[in-house]
Each structure stands twice: as C-alpha cells, then as structure tokens.
C-alpha cells in the first residue's frame, strides 16, 4: 500500500495526510472546491502530494480517508471506492449538519450510514474523537513510552487489519471498539472523545495534547453510555 486518497482535506484529512507523508506514503488530495484550491498543502506536503476531484482521490487510494461534514455524505463517490477499506472520521453535528432522525433516534450511527451509501466498500470509524492538532502533536513512533492509541470501529476485520497497520506507521497504537454499531462509544459527548487527549481540560482545544495508552482509551471507551 502506497498511497492515501483523501475526500476531504480540512483539519482532520489534512492533518492525517501530513502525517502520512511523513511517514512515506504518497497522497492525493481533494475537496469540495476543487483541486486548485489545495495548492498551498500540495506545495506544503511536497512531492508526494498531487490534488484531484474526489472520483480522482477516490480511485488513486490504496486507503481512502473520508473527512467530510456528515450532510455531504451521499456526495462520496460510490464506484471509485468498490472493495476499497474506507477510513471515516465523521461526527453527527446537528448545528452543522441539521437533524438526523435515525441518529436522535439512536437507531444507527453515522458511519453506519457511511456504510449504506458505500455499500461495497469496507467502513473504518477513526480519527473522530481526537482534536486535529493533538493527532499531529502526539504522533510517536513504535515503542515510544508515551506512544498514544486510536479508537476503531468496523465490521470488517481485514479492514480493521489495514487501518491498525496504517496507524502504527503514522505513530498510534490502536484499540478496537468493535463493530460499526459500537461506533457511538467514542462520538461526541462521550468519555473518550476529545478531553481524553487533553488531560481531561475541558478547553480541550486549549491543551497541547496529553498522550494517552490503550488501557486509558479502553477504560473511557467501557464506560460510554448513550
């Protein structure tokens, strides 16, 4: 695997696709705006970074990235992602995406949407619960002491193979949560998302990030209730 396509490529997808470079992959970039609009982080990121239309990023991924507001979800593209494991760090907002009835219903969760739009692709839930310059700040290579883990959800266990190997070389151990229904253990109003990485402030934005162990994230993940 050598290169990450990214459908989406604000704080998260752009953060993720630093790192990625970083660690020798190559990427493809796109947004809603267009490729010309991401000039400055192609330049940013070097050789190993070009911009396309999200088909063009969707098709070039060994491994996929999707950073996009939840609303704009049925705008992934199908066929270019078909067998494709499909990395999702979307959260429910409802002031930035307007209302879900499933989801305040908690009949399903976000990637599980994901997931029926994509239907022949396999759907990795990771990178929502971590504030973007804590995931940039606490990356650590493997068998640093103070290496922090990632949260993954997905009912595909090759899926979750490939996305817990594209961790580790990014800098982050991984724990999985389970399938994509358990998915809701780490979204936005539950224990490990966003303060875990902030030693608990609740500012956490305001924190330069705290590294946090698996048996942390295990524990806050354990004790998430809906």
């Given at each position: ?22 660690a020798g992959y190559d990427v493809v970039l796109s947004n ?157 109003g539950t224990p490990s998302y966003g303060f875990l990485y ?29």
């Amino acid at each position: 695997m050598t290169t990450i396509g990214f459908i989406g490529s604000g704080n998260i997808g752009g953060t993720v696709a630093r790192l990625a470079v970083a660690a020798g992959y190559d990427v493809v970039l796109s947004n809603s705006r267009g490729p010309q609009t991401l000039k400055e982080l192609v330049d940013e990121l070097g050789p190993k970074a070009s911009a396309g239309t999200s088909a063009e990023a969707a098709a070039a991924g060994d491994l996929v990235v999707v950073s996009i507001p939840l609303k704009a979800y049925r705008d992934v593209p199908v066929e270019p992602l078909a067998g494709k494991t499909v990395l999702d760090t979307n959260n429910y907002y409802t002031q930035r995406d307007g209302a879900f009835p499933e989801l305040d219903a908690e009949s399903t969760t976000s990637s599980e949407l994901l997931q029926q739009h994509l239907t022949t692709s396999k759907i990795v839930k990771v990178f929502n619960n971590i504030y973007f310059e804590h995931l940039r700040a606490l990356a650590r290579p493997a068998g640093a002491a103070d290496r922090s883990a990632l949260a993954i959800a997905g009912d595909d266990a090759g899926a979750k193979g490939e996305t817990t190997a594209f961790l580790d070389r990014i800098g982050y151990d991984t724990v999985d949560a389970g399938s994509l229904a358990d998915g809701w253990r780490f979204q936005p109003g539950t224990p490990s998302y966003g303060f875990l990485y902030a030693g608990g402030i609740e500012n956490f934005w305001e924190s330069p990030g705290v590294p946090t162990e698996a048996a942390a994230l295990r524990a806050k993940l354990a004790a998430a209730q809906r």
